[in-house]
Structure formats: C-alpha cells, structure tokens
C-alpha cells in the first residue's frame, strides 16, 4: 500500500492550478472540494478497471456496496464493458479504497465524518477516509472526474488531481412533501440517488399533512386508510428506504406535522380535533386547517403511541413534529380550550403550542429522540436538545442560535417557488444576522435544507422541480463559503444536470415526454424551440389559480424547466452590450432575437392543433412583441429613436410580461434594458 | 350491459372511412387493424376514467391486471391523476371490458383465441373478446388512439371508432440473443412490454451459445459457472419472468442450441465434446466452433438430465434445441465417431444429426414438449409435430410445410443486419415459393419471429436495435396481407415509437445518453445534428472489425438508429425532384443540403476534442463533399454541366462513400441520383 503522497509531489509532476476558486470549466465538480490541484496528464479508464478495499474500517457493507455501484455507474457514464467485481488486493486495483477507521455503528449519526482525500497519480487512483461515509462522498468526486480522453487510443481518462475535502456544515438535506402529491417509492429512491450524488446527507420526509397521512400505521390503521387517499408507504417500504438510504450515506428524518396541518389524522381519528365534527382529507388548496385538541390527556396518549410506533420505524435520532402554522381560531374558538389555558396560565395559543411542545418533547426523549420543529416550536423552557428549521429566515435562526439552540436554514432554499439557481446558491445560512453571532453560536447552525412543497409538483415532474437546482444549493451547503462565482456555478450545474442523467433521474427526460405529449402526434421541434425560452411564474401565483387533487399538471409550464438558459445567457449578454456596445455583441443580440422570434411563429400551427396547447398562443404573441422592440432598441443605439418610440416600447414591454397560461418570458427585463439604453 | 352494435350504427353517426387500407396519418395505430371505421367526433377521456370487467372469463387475473395496466399507462399518456383501481360495475365505468369465454387455462398456447372488438360510441366505451388475450391487444389498441383533443376545454381524446381485430399468423415473435452480450432481467422486462404493445406473442429466449450459457441449473451449476462469464439468469428469475410474459400475453420459448454453438457447455463438461480437450467460452468473435458428440449414451444422459430440469421451468409447449450451423469437421476428424456413423449407416455429419435429433426429439416428447429447431433439423423421418424455423428463407419454409412440417420465418427479419424497416416490412412469409403452396401447406406456416444476435449489441443499446423497426415487422405477422403502404408504415412507425416511450423503452433516451457521453462537457446539439444524417453500416461489414466481450459499444455508430429518417425524406423528395424537377422542390432539397453541409462544419469542434469522436472526422468531409456535390447537381438541372464534371462528381460520391468508423452516409445513393438526372 502506498503512504498518501503530500501534497507537493502531485505539483512537481506538473501543477496547472490548486485553488479554492472554481474555474468555469472543468473539472466539472459541483459541490466544488474543498481543497483541490489538478496536475497535467490524465489516467486512463480501462477495461481492466477494478476497485480493491483496504484499512481496518473496509468491511463496512456500505463501503462494499458503494464500490460496486461506482463499477456499475462508470459502466454505465463511459459505456465500457466492466466487471462488478471487487479485487482482493490493493495492487492489483485502479482504485484503491483505504478506509482507516474502525467502527462505524448505525444508524447513520448528525457529524459522522464524511471527509475523505482522493489522489489520482498517473498509474493508481487512491481514496482514503475514516469512515464509509467520506468513501462514498469521494466515490462520487472520482466519478464526476471521469472524461473522454483528449488524445489517442480512444476511451475515458480523469485528471491528475489532489483532492482534500470534507463539508462545510454537517446538515445537508432536502425536506420533501409527499402529503399534497404522493411520490411512489421508486421516486423516493431516486431522489436519494440524487442528494447522495451531490453530497447531500438528510431527506426530512414530510410524511403528513392536510391532504394525506402517507405511513402506515398498524396502531391506529385509520390514519392510512380514510387519512390518505389509499396512496401511503408501508411499513416494509419504509424499511427499505431507510436501508437504501443509509447504504448512500442518507439519513432519513421523518416529519408528522402536528397539532396544526392535520386535517388528515382528523379524518381518520376526529376525537383529535379542537373542534367538534367530522373531517375529510382536504383535497382543494393548503393553508391553516383544522388543529389538535391540545388539552386532552386522550391526544397525548394517541401522540405516545403513534410515535412509539414510527421512532422504531425511522431509526434516526431526529423526529420532527413540524409546529407550523397552526390557527389559533381552532383553540380559541372552543370554550374548553380556552378554559383549559386559563386554568394554566397559558396567556395565548402560542403558549398553549409550547405546552403541547413540551409535553411531545418528553415522549420523544423517552424514545431516545431529538426533537426538531420549525421555527414556531421555540419557547425558551425546551431543552437545548431540540432542533430548529427556519422557513422565516437568519434572524430567526439566530435567535434559536443566541438562546443556545440548533438549527438549519431553509429559508431562501424553496425550490417550489420555481426561483433560480442563482437566487438559492446566493443564499447563505450564515449571513444576515447569523454572521454576527459568536464563533460558539455560529456552530450552532448546522446547515440547511432545501425544501419541495408538492401542491404543484406530481411524480412525473418531481425530478425536473428538484435538479439540477437542488445541486446548487448542494454546493452551498458543502462547499467553502468562498465558493460563491455564479458564472463558474452554472457552467458546473450544467455539466451536473446531465452527469445526473446517468444515475436514472428523469428532470429532463420526462419534460421531452411530457413536450412529446402535448404535440400530439406531430413534430416536437417547435415546442421544444418556443419552450426553451420560457419559464413558469414565480413565488406563490400559480397556486392563485384553483386546484386540487384531481387537476391534471400537464400543460406547457409544467413540461419546462424552472429556468431557461437561453434567456440567462442572453441577460448576461445584454448586460454586456449595455456596458458596452461596441463590437459584435449587437449581432449576436440581433440572430437570439431573430431565433425566439422565427420560434414562437414556427410553433402556431401546433398551438392551434390541440386544445392543451392553445392557451399558450398569447405568450407567442408576446414573444414576438418582445423580439420586435428588441430589435428596433439595437437599431435606435447609434440613431435616435423616433419621438414617443421610448415610451410605446416601455408600455408594450409592460403589456408583454403580463404572465398567461402561468408562463413567463424571462428575457423581458433584459429586452427593457435595450430599450432604457437607446438615446 | 349494451350489447355490441352492429358496424352500421357507428357509420350512421358520421362514418368518416372504413377500410383496410390505413391512411397515411392519424390515427396512428400499429399494427393497423383487420377491420376498422372512424366516425365523426370523440369520446373525451377525464380524470374520472375508470374500466370495468364483466362476463364469464373476467375473472382470468390476466384481464384484470392488464386493465389496471392499462390504466396506469393512460395516466402517464396524459398526465390525468386518474386512480388505478377497476369499477365493479359497468354502468360506473368509461370502459366496459367484457370477457365472454370461461375457460383459459395456463400456459397460454399457441393459437388461443387474440381476436377483440372495440366500439368507442360518445359516452362509452366497450372493449369485448372472447379470452384473456383479446383484451390485453385491444386495451393496446385503445391507448394507441388517445391524443390531446381538439377542441375545448383542454384534455385528451380517442376518436369515435369501430374496429373488429384479429392476427394474420398464430406466431409472432422475437428471437433474442443473450448469450453473446448478457441481458439483465430488466432489460427483459422492458423488450417484453415492447411486445405486448405491438401484439407480438413469442419471445425466443436464445439462452445458450459458444459465448455463454445463461441458465441456472441445480442438476449442473457448472453450465453456469463455467461456461458463463458469471452472468446467467437464476431459476428465480426465470420462473419470474415467465409469470411478467404470461401476465402480458406473451409466452416464453427457450432455446438451447445444440450439438452445435456449444462451447460454453463444453467449458462446463468438456466430456460432452466430439473432440477431448479443455474448452473457454468464446471471448471473441462468433462461428462454428466445437460440438457436442453425438455418438456416446452419456451425452444422451446429460442431455435427458437437463431438459428434465428446463422443460419444468418453461412452461410452452414448445422447446427449441438450435440445431444450426454445426461444423461437420468436429465429428469427421474424430475416428471413434467415423467408426460409429459407419456401424449405424450413417452417409455423413447430416444424418449423423438427424440421428441426435431423433433421440432428442423423444426425450422432448416424454417431457411433454414440441421440439423446434432451425432450418438444419429437418430430416423426413421427425414426427410432424416439431417445428422449423428457417434463417434460409421462404424456399427452405416451403419446403418443409410441403413434407407436413409447420414452420416460421426468421430470414428477412434480422435486425441485427441494420437494414431499414421498410426492407424487413416487404418481407412476407406468404411469399416467394411459400405463395405457391396448397391452402393446407400454407397454413402450416405459422407466421415468423425477428431474431436480434448480439454481437455488437449491449443492453444499453438494446432497445435502440430492436425498435421501432420491429414494430413494422409487428405489423407484418399481424394486420392482413393487403397493408403494405411504405409511406403510411412509416407515419404511424413514427408515432409508435413516441408511444412506445411511455412504457420505458429507451430507443431515443439512452442514444441520446450515449451521444451526450461522446460529446463530454461540451453542448451536445452539433453532434446530434450530425447523426441525424448518418446510419450504421449494414450487413455483416461491421463484425469484420475484429471484437469480442471487452470491446467497448460506446462509438458513434453505436449511438444512432438503424434508420436517418432526414435521409429517408430526402430520398423522397429527390425521387419527386428526378420525375418532376418544376417547382419548388429544387429549393427544399438545396436548403436540406446546406443545412447537413453546416452540421458537418459545425461539430468539428467537438469531433476534434476527443479522443472518441476523432475517427469521425473522414465522415464529415464526406458529407461536405456530397451536399457540395448535391448542390451544383440542382445547379446544373437548367443549364449544362461544365465537361467532365459528370464522371467527376460520380468519382467523388464513390469516394465519399467509403465507409468510416462503421458508417455510411445515407444520402449518398440520392446525390448521386440527383448527378445523374442533370444534362
């Protein structure tokens, strides 16, 4: 076994760069290490490649497991013939796994070390770790480094490269609802497949809400039975996903969201309720329903079960309670609840939910479990144990922090809210008030995670809502702080988004099905072309619109990504041309504008063809309104425009970024920039 | 329950046509129906779409799990959150399925009963067969009509139809190699949901070759171990997939090839061979090799002890022993089995494997089994109930149904050669000598299977191989004689291969993977213009190319489709140019030519960026040189070619197309034709 060679060695081989500061190219890494020198030369990936296993900590199933799908998956990125076979010894392997720890207990712990080094020198690649979990994190880098060689013989080659790199912060993850839209196992596999790609740690699972209790409970059977619409996980299929996750280094956090967002358990179990009577799954739009009666002693022994159940169904030392949003009218409303809070002292609701909290709190630690809760659960008289995710932000979760509590950011992270990458990766879970904390309140603040809320997402497009999005926030939570060029981001997300593709995620292919779909049977051509410069309307205004269970999320804004590249790329080049007008910039503004515009007339014939389609007629208007002014704003930069042509231009750019069908045309603001920058 | 209405009905609310002969366009079904009318109008599908199983055969678990397929599929057709769950009674439900026959034991036969009638009316559907597999063809047939509606409110829609379907032949099926490259379980899965929706019956397991045995055998693992590369299918696995062929209509004929194309076994039990020695698998490319001897009892033994094993594990009726392609020399270089053929008069290494045929044919018969074997095994005195299945052609069919012998036909079907669809299409097993036939021997031919060898082909390419070409030879062994309409094949081939997208093929998907691979980091798109005009060499040129089991698939040629349809349309439009040159027609060819020349130009880049595209660059000087070609052929249709300049454009379309990294550029033949119709 070689020593690990330092670091100098490498760069006396030929060191081309060794930086903290991504390049925009390649390697196309994301999230970037944090420590990383690419030398010059490459190794090549034969036929012949092989992973041997050594180190006092290699008989850990997830490191054995983790090889051979890294066999299966470069099998699968280069197309060459390999055996899923692991080498006994180290000497005769291309990749030579050494994991120095001894003991790695399960389940899956908060802080786990996940650091790991990767040398790859011209004839031997070598990944040392403590523990399986940076084995798995560096398995991933290894992969993501593989290209087709430059030179001859044909075939794939990674770089010469050093890598040390361990996380940022020790709480990575994304919180998905599968409450408003269930998504099937298969999916929940997948998208582990994915977090763990991109060195994510945590799927906090949001297994209840007022549309569905999605667990199977064997206590209390109503709750899966008249609580969900029959679409839930068994208990066999829970198993499985946290065995699945736990082999990818995914630790599975569930959430049951109580005593507000319950309408489900209502429906099943009414006595629950704060207000008499009789509940249904609710079908149409979320927001504040129904709450549990926090006063009864009959709650809590139902709570005490429940959650004795589910603590051994999820073996992680979190359990979340959700605590959000829970109307106060449901508690104030009831005359024995009201009598109940005076009778102890409880001034309001909300400290009628911390009594509630506290008492949770109890039955949890009696079950070994750490309570976590959105930012609502914080009242000064829980343990510091708890944990806190903040939707509302910095300042509250450095609030939580100054008390002495932990905490995640999620704030800023909703990718349901169709935002940019750029928006999220800018997003930082120590800035604002956070970045004024003490360094001992700062460690507090454990990381962050990205969140899917599903009332608009179903399976089908829940891959295309998450990536590559969600690998931009991956890298915020990973990478240095430093890490922040947004140009060298998304060169790497794109390289990302398809590197992706190879583990099964369908983000894009499903949107191509679901464009094949609504063509019908004619060509996709044009609504490919006409889509690629759209994107859907952001925040919360589609849900404006009425929906519910059974509306049907296949018309055009659903079959696109959240963001266009063409119109990002376009923005930049306009912010260029603005700086500086000079040059070629103008014709290259002129054949975008050209292109967009020859799209939305191309694509009419198949708008009129369909019924799902022709609602998007009036965004082709716009676009070729758009493509018009921004074609007169380059002709009026060295002449005049004509008198009132400014102000018509303004006005009708306005009448154009009205939103229809719930699309947007994200190049319009840069069109405005045209037309504000005319004489 | 509504009785089934007479065809009239139908036609008296508005009968658009009716006829064999399908319309170039919609709708788009595949194979195209005996007998079909579509009225005026629609029935509109919604979310609240549900079917409903009556009649005495409703209880087949066939019948119900393919409705609730069927279901699930139309879900992801239209992206409609419909419930997967059957309605107990008809009045309830949009699509009444009434089974009429009671008995339909298992294993399904050849010849059971595949005929169905739909009637769409406005308001209901009813879809009514006499057995199990009448359904499952019809619920095909009805997914394939449902498109986006025209009209308001947005949705999808099947149009008001009639249709009275049954098959042309008894046996449809696929003969598919998995011994040269291993097929996962998946793989399988996915080619047998291919099938079902083209209403193919047969899958031909070829499971055993000189590179591989791929069974599971408990009687002699060493089959499996030794004579497979560790890759091999277990009895599990097997009874499994049978259980997922039956489910979707289609049965399972195994096959293990014998004497010959059997080194694997011999690797295993060299005992068996004709010839002592030690024996490998075959690692490289594929022929005659060794053979098992034919002349000692405990060959026989072995052979008994085997096929005792498999026939219980394969269910059919029918069992198929190979038989083709055995190297005479094996035996005649062995004295001990000269002496032998001499001491049973046997003239020579034919009869000699008439003499094994025999004996297998008996030991096949106390299992219960019907023996099948290629051309090779027929000798007069075998009982007529074995089967032939001729790779030589209709001659050698006819042949064979004039001696009593039923048979099917694998010559013109094998897809492995890359030819054309419409090549595979005008095949007919009807045809040739077969024609010829009395009515009693024609109807001995049973109809034909497609038969994909895999050499070159991998799992990932699988697919890609495989459809939509046999989708048209699908329609072949179904849809009656008279349809033959290129154009029409083509149109609908090209729909069906969208819809066969929905099940999970990967045709289009894992080629384009591929190309993104070929391309690395940079933008994909010039790379998938310039495939788009180019198709695999044809025949057997490739294999010339030494290969074997570690040559990587992972080239240009090997992530395109068999067939450029860009090729395919200008072949259309220059025969229309040559018989008619007025018109606008000389514009759109120019426009085609340039646009290829500019693809040629621009994935230059790309071409030279690694190490995998290099060896295309030949090819796109070829294709530069041949649109300039095409292009001063329209210039020279009006006024006269310079002299010499005929020969010398002719000269360099033979230049160009020299075949380069296994490829050759389709519309080559067309430039030419466009040279040679000039003055």
Known sequence: ???????????????????????????????????????????????????????????????????????????????????????????????????????HPAPQKLGDDESYALLISPDR????????????????????????????????????????????????????????????????KRTIDGLAAVKLNVLHWHLSDDQGFRVESKKYPKLQQLGSDGLYYTQAEIRDVVAYARDRGVRIVPEFDVPGHST???????????KPGTYQIEHE??????????????????????FGEMTKLFPDEYFHIGGDEVAAREWNSQPKIRAFMKSHKLADAKALQAY??????????????????????????????????????TKSLANAARQGYPGILSAGYYLDLMQSSAQHYAVDPLTGDAANLAPEEQARILGGEAAMWEELVTAETLDAKLWPRLAAIAERFWSPQSTTDVASMYARLDSTNRWLEWLGLTQRSNLELMR???????????????????????????????????????HLVDAIPPESDAARAFGVAVDAYVASPGGDSAAALREQLAAWSKAAVEVRPLLASNSLLAENVPVA?????????????????????????????????????????????????????????TR
């Open 1 to 103: 076994m070689t020593a690990l060679r330092p670091f100098f060695v490498l760069c006396a081989l030929g060191c081309l760069w060794a930086d903290q500061r991504p390049p925009i190219q390649q390697p196309a890494l994301m999230p970037w290490p944090a420590q990383i020198s690419v030398g010059e030369g490459t190794l090549r990936i034969g036929v012949d490649f092989s992973i041997a296993i050594a180190g006092a900590g290699g008989g850990d199933a997830r490191v054995k497991n983790g090889a051979e799908r890294a066999i299966e998956r470069l099998a699968r990125q280069t197309g060459l013939p390999l055996r899923v076979a692991l080498q006994p010894q180290p000497t005769e392997a291309a990749l030579n796994i050494v994991v120095e720890g001894r003991d």
């Open 125 to 188: 690649i070598r990944l040392s770790a403590d523990g399986p979990l940076g084995v798995l994190r560096g398995l991933e880098t290894f992969l993501q480094l593989v290209s087709p060689c430059a030179g001859d013989p044909p075939g794939f080659c990674v770089p010469l490269t050093e890598i040390h790199d361990q996380p940022r912060f020790p709480w990575r993850g994304l919180s998905l609802d599968v409450s408003r839209h269930f998504i099937p196992v298969d999916g929940i």
């Open 264 to 274: 489900s358990w209502l429906a099943a179990y009414p006595n629950l309720a704060s």
């Open 285 to 306: 739009k979320s927001g504040p329903t129904g709450a549990m009666d926090p006063t009864r002693d009959s709650t809590y022994s139902f709570l005490d079960g429940l």
């Open 356 to 393: 509630f909290n506290k008492r949770l709190q109890k039955t949890l630690a009696h079950d070994g479990k750490k309570m976590v809760g959105w930012d609502e659960i914080l009242t000064p008289d829980l343990p510091k144990t708890i944990m806190i995710q903040s939707w509302r932000g």
């Open 516 to 554: 094949e779909r609504l063509a019908g049977g004619m060509p996709v051509g044009p609504l490919d072309a006409f889509a690629s410069m759209l994107e859907p309307v952001k925040g919360y205004e589609r849900q404006r619109t009425p929906y519910g269970a059974s509306t049907p999320f296949n």
């Open 621 to 677: 208007d716009a676009v070729e309104a758009l493509c018009k002014i921004g074609q007169e704003a380059l002709d009026y930069a060295d002449s005049a425009a004509p008198g009132g042509w400014k102000q018509r231009a303004l006005d009708a750019i306005k009448d154009a970024s009205k939103h229809n069908a719930a699309l947007l045309i994200p190049f319009a603001p840069s069109v405005q920039k045209l037309v504000e920058s």
